[in-house]
């Protein structure tokens, strides 16, 4: 009887340890993401630069509206909304959400949260043309300097992710407290973020338990860090590092069309640029295709990729021609009379700079097709070209930006080409682009929308205000054991509630 005990208890014992060690193994394989983004900034304050990209990335921050994988504004915290006039939209803030700290939402937080990204950052202002917002009942009442009516989709950008403003602004600066699947619960500045799920989420459950966030400046350390298994996700890196891992055993790579734009500033105030002919010849004188392959990017030659939905297959873009860009350049009185490969013009040598901040294989094949026509063109690299733009110290000025950065076309065309707009460094001029863009202040139509921007890319490329090159893809490694990842063109897009590991 003895031994049968002892043989028994020892029985219960093993057993015993066979289920705690099941316990502990499956609390340490609780649902947990390592990724590796490429950029990360000083703090978490959405309100602050384009920090509210960040958290967006990580699923931390929701706005009243969204805009889908397939570029179509989507309700988020707004549900629905409606123009009462051409300068006042009523929202209906969705009901029955809380903030992580379980407040919960109401019409008056949204509209401090609004107040405060308009009071400490200029694009907000601008992106909302803000005059006021008030509360009525479930819904608020959001008023326009002017008629606007692209309002819904630019409070979809990260800018305006909706927060808990009753806390200080250090308070925010660590981790906001937002409506989002997930909760920031520690934060080293330009390091990490390490996050948690929302359980107070109104969406239902998210994917994860655990998340953590590292900045991995290099694209190849991001890729190193996915191969060695220290990170489950490798955002952005370049084609030959996605080529590590496609079509391999455990792996997955998301090649994923971009409304980014790779593009080219040409200032008018250049003597030989204030020629719409000569910047014509320069556009003829690019090989986008070659450069796409080198860059891994689609060929573009309009103002807007095909990612963006602007119409790109029905416009006839910029395109490769150098026979023409020459006879263009003989007929505007250029010609080489020295022999020496390069064209003059009363006297003086067609030799320009491009100025570029990311060492990419662009720069050097614009340069090479460039001379090619005879235009000398000298390379200058420099941390940061924004400010030579703004004093126009520059001939051409290579750069990118996500041109439907919140699905829609108005901010870009009115930004980069309207006669005074904010980001007009080249001072591009023309008075029929101004009046026709004008326009999708007061046009909410959709479709009616679309077909305006496309009419202003027209406009463009008859005036080739800019060279437009190539649209980069978003390359993401990962392992094959995350699953739900969506192939968002916005690349302020990255994780979201489905998003989950097996």
């Known amino acids: 009887m003895r031994k049968r005990f ?74 629905k909304w409606e123009a009462v006039d051409d300068r006042t939209w009523r929202i209906h803030i969705r009901q029955g ?53 692209s309002l819904m989709y630019n409070l979809s950008e990260p800018l305006f992710s909706i927060i808990d403003t009753s806390a200080s602004d250090e308070e925010i600066g660590k981790g906001p407290v937002t409506t989002a699947p997930y909760v920031v619960t520690g934060y080293v500045p330009g ?9 107070n989420y109104w969406g239902g459950k998210p994917g994860l338990a655990t998340m953590t966030a590292k900045l991995v400046k290099d694209d190849n350390t991001r890729a190193m860090a996915l191969q060695s298994g220290d990170t489950d996700i490798a955002q952005n890196i370049d084609a030959a590092s996605a080529d590590l891992f496609r079509d391999k055993s455990g792996y997955q790579v998301l090649d994923i069309p971009s409304t980014r734009l790779e593009f080219a500033v040409m200032n008018t105030a250049h003597p030989f640029l204030s020629i719409p002919n000569v910047r014509k010849a320069l556009s003829l004188a690019v090989d986008r295709e070659a450069m ?13 990729p095909k990612a963006a939905g602007m119409g790109f297959d029905e416009l006839d873009k910029q395109s490769y021609n150098p026979e023409e860009a020459k006879r263009i350049l003989a007929q505007e009185g250029f010609a080489d009379t020295d022999g020496d490969g390069i064209l ?20 050097e094949m614009l340069q090479s097709d460039l001379q090619k026509i ?13 400010e030579n733009r703004k004093l126009g110290k520059f001939d051409l000025s290579n750069t990118n930006y996500l041109t439907a950065m919140t699905g829609d076309s108005q901010r870009f065309l009115t930004a980069n080409f309207a006669t005074g707009g904010s980001d007009n460094y080249g001072k591009y001029s023309n008075p029929r682009y ?11 139509d959709p479709e009616e929308r679309r077909q305006i921007s496309i009419d202003a890319q027209k406009i463009l ?17 990962a392992k094959d054991s995350v699953k739900n990842l969506k192939k968002y063109p916005l690349d302020y897009y990255l994780i979201d509630k489905d998003t989950t590991v097996e």
């Open 6 to 79: 002892l043989l028994l208890a020892g029985l219960l014992l093993t057993l015993s340890l066979l289920f705690a060690g099941c316990g502990g193994n499956s609390a340490k394989t609780e649902k947990h993401l390592n990724v590796a983004l490429f950029w990360l900034d000083k703090n978490l304050d959405p309100a602050d630069g384009w920090n509210g990209w960040d958290l967006s990335r990580v699923a931390a921050a929701e706005s009243l509206t969204t805009i889908d994988e397939n570029m179509k504004l989507t309700p988020l915290l707004a549900d």
């Open 97 to 149: 959400v809380k903030f992580s700290n379980g407040k919960g939402l109401t019409p008056e937080d949204v509209k401090k949260s609004i107040e405060r990204a308009v009071q400490k950052n200029k694009r907000a202002a601008e992106s909302s043309k803000f005059e006021s917002i008030t509360v009525d009942g479930e819904d608020i009442l959001f008023r326009t300097t002017a008629p606007y009516a």
């Open 191 to 199: 390091e990490s973020i390490e996050l948690k799920a929302n359980e």
């Open 292 to 304: 796409a392959k080198t860059y891994h990017g689609d060929a573009c030659g309009t103002a807007f």
């Open 344 to 363: 003059e013009k009363d006297g003086k040598p067609f030799a320009i700079t491009i100025q570029f901040f990311k060492r990419t294989t662009v720069p």
């Open 374 to 386: 005879g235009v000398k063109a000298d390379l200058v690299f420099l941390e940061d070209t924004l």
């Open 434 to 444: 101004d009046a026709l863009v004008a326009r999708l202040d007061t046009v909410s």
């Open 461 to 477: 490329l008859e005036d080739n205000p800019y060279l437009f090159l190539v649209s980069p893809k978003i390359l993401i490694g």
